[in-house]
């Protein structure tokens, strides 16, 4: 019997702040012009939920980090956080 345990990672990708996002400038004009008078800015961005099995939080945490950087997240012009917790 494995002693892995099951985890759920909540992954956030976002453009930096430095990179244009069009499509949050197209999301914000949209809710301009729809009467939400107080936005002042959209960024745009991916959500993941992954699941996966590790022997403990620490390496489940480890695993999703290199996932995000080799994979899910294009460190030149996005940035990620992500959370894990037991499944």
Do not use: H, W
Not at 51 to 58: E, G, H, Q, V, Y
Request: glycine share 8%; hydrophobic share 35%.
């Amino acid at each position: 019997m494995s002693d892995e345990k099951s985890y759920l990672a909540r992954v956030f990708i976002a453009l930096k702040p430095t990179v244009n996002d069009p499509e949050g400038n197209t999301i914000a004009g949209a809710l301009g012009s729809l009467g939400f008078s107080g936005v002042e800015g959209v960024r745009s961005g991916r959500y993941f939920q992954v699941r996966l099995t590790a022997k403990d939080k620490d390496k489940a945490q480890k695993q999703v980090d290199q996932m995000c950087s080799r994979l899910l997240a294009n460190p030149v012009i996005e940035t990620y956080t992500f959370e894990v917790e037991k499944a």
